[in-house]
């Protein structure tokens, strides 16, 4: 009973409903539109959200910077609108276990709402309304995951809880945090493979008789710092 309006002209959602994935369809100003499942990408950019979001591009990153891998133990901080958890979620699988730490109530809301709009909330996923600069509750973790202002105030907890080679992966949106976090990480004896990076994209344009960088783009978004646990000392 409803439809899409754009600048093409009006979809009416009838048109599409029980069609085949990928089908084309036109408007009725005779323009062509393509119609299919949203990626996980696609979903995550457009999520109601009650603070910025992770990009897709840094996501990926993260994702393989933390090496989680099905069936992994994760402990992600800071989860606000959720794009980062639903990707987590899919990335661990079934037999993994995922436990955000978000303080915000609204955030709290918010996300649940958003990761069961795509895959419903699964029992491998808790929400702990908890400060992780106060602590973590469980006991051990194979990856550490943050999306905070101060990570390197959980540093020393974070070491007492990683497996040894577990991998810390933190996002942060300016250079000054960064150096905190890396030297924070660099001076601590449980903590070795300290790495700083910047994630940049840059899409193009291609057409038949040009290839040009795209005029608007999201280029720089923020930094990731990993590290990752030693065992015991130095033999």
């Known amino acids: 009973g409803d439809s899409f309006h754009s600048h093409g002209g009006i979809v009416d959602h009838a048109s599409l409903i029980g069609r085949e994935k990928g089908v084309r369809i036109r408007t009725n100003k005779g323009q062509v ?10 979903y995550v950019t457009n999520l109601p959200r009650s603070s910025q979001v992770i ?44 436990c955000s730490y978000e303080i915000r109530d609204e955030a709290i809301i918010q996300g649940r709402a958003n990761i069961g709009a795509m895959t419903g909330v699964p029992e491998n ?7 992780i600069y106060d602590g973590i509750f469980e006991d051990t973790a194979d990856r550490i995951i943050l999306d905070l202002p101060e990570p390197w105030r959980i540093i020393e ?26 030297f924070t990480l660099q001076t601590h004896a449980s903590f070795e493979m300290v790495e700083s990076i910047e994630i940049l994209l840059r899409p193009w344009h291609i057409a038949a008789n040009s290839a040009r960088p ?22």
């Open 33 to 42: 539109y393509y119609a299919t499942v949203p990626t996980l990408a696609d």
């Open 55 to 98: 990009y897709p591009k840094d996501i990926g990153a993260i994702l393989l910077h933390g090496d989680i891998f099905p069936g992994a133990t994760v402990i992600e901080a800071g989860m606000g609108s959720a794009a980062l958890t639903i990707a987590l979620l899919r990335a661990i699988g079934p037999d993994g276990y995922l």
């Open 214 to 235: 795209m005029h608007r783009m999201v280029g720089h978004t923020g930094f990731l710092v990993s590290a990752r646990r030693c065992a015991g000392s130095i033999e």
């Open 125 to 131: 996923f808790l929400i702990r309304n908890s400060d």
């Open 157 to 182: 907890n974070a070491a007492q809880k990683l497996v040894p080679g577990g991998i810390l992966v933190s996002f942060l949106p300016t250079i000054l945090q960064v150096h905190n976090l890396a």
